[in-house]
């Protein structure tokens, strides 16, 4: 059983690291009409719930998947800060932005399934239950620094 989980994380390695290289060799780029940010997942897809509750061991698989498949571009906290993402455009979205969080995942789900350049389509590179694993180890990443000022206490500086 362990040789069979070694094997496969490096298989998933090698796989992650010939991305990787594909998106530094290539110096890939956004070249698509609408602008990267309004990447909207179909309503259907909003709809679909998670089939794999979030548990311990789940969220700990997730990051094993997460940590093969996407911190080369998102970065260890999902800031989008990953090593790879010096040489992507548009750069990597940050995992942790609320903006993201508030998707739900099903909406989550689509984009990985489906992928958008420089992103590649991880519909046939993860199983259906890693997607949606990784999802959830997503959920558990701390949330970006508000930019909103503090609020002053009432009555005073």
Request: hydrophobic share 35%.
């Given at each position: 059983m362990?040789?069979?989980?070694?094997?496969?994380?490096?298989?998933?390695w090698f796989a992650?690291?010939?991305?990787?290289?594909?998106?530094?060799?290539a110096?890939?780029?956004?070249?698509?009409d609408?602008?990267?940010?309004?990447?909207?997942?179909?309503?259907?897809a909003?709809?679909?719930?998670?089939?794999?509750?979030?548990?311990?061991?789940?969220?700990?698989?997730?990051?094993?998947?997460?940590t093969?498949?996407c911190?080369?571009?998102?970065?260890p906290?999902?800031?989008?800060?990953?090593?790879?993402?010096?040489?992507?455009?548009?750069?990597p979205?940050?995992?942790?932005?609320?903006?993201?969080?508030?998707?739900?995942?099903?909406?989550?789900?689509?984009?990985?399934?489906?992928?958008?350049?420089?992103m590649?389509?991880?519909?046939?590179?993860?199983?259906?239950?890693?997607?949606?694993?990784?999802?959830?180890?997503?959920?558990?990443?701390?949330?970006a620094a508000?930019t909103?000022?503090?609020?002053?206490?009432a009555?005073?500086?």
């Amino acid at each position: 059983m362990n040789t069979y989980r070694s094997r496969q994380r490096m298989r998933r390695w090698f796989a992650a690291a010939g991305v990787l290289s594909f998106f530094i060799a290539a110096g890939v780029s956004y070249s698509g009409d609408a602008p990267p940010d309004d990447w909207k997942a179909p309503g259907y897809a909003a709809r679909k719930q998670n089939p794999v509750p979030a548990s311990a061991d789940v969220i700990a698989a997730g990051k094993v998947i997460y940590t093969s498949n996407c911190l080369a571009c998102h970065g260890p906290a999902g800031k989008g800060d990953g090593p790879a993402a010096i040489a992507i455009t548009p750069p990597p979205k940050d995992l942790s932005n609320p903006q993201i969080a508030s998707q739900t995942d099903g909406e989550l789900f689509w984009k990985v399934s489906q992928g958008k350049r420089p992103m590649p389509t991880y519909e046939k590179l993860l199983s259906e239950t890693d997607r949606w694993t990784v999802i959830d180890y997503v959920r558990t990443l701390e949330p970006a620094a508000s930019t909103q000022p503090a609020t002053q206490p009432a009555g005073g500086q």
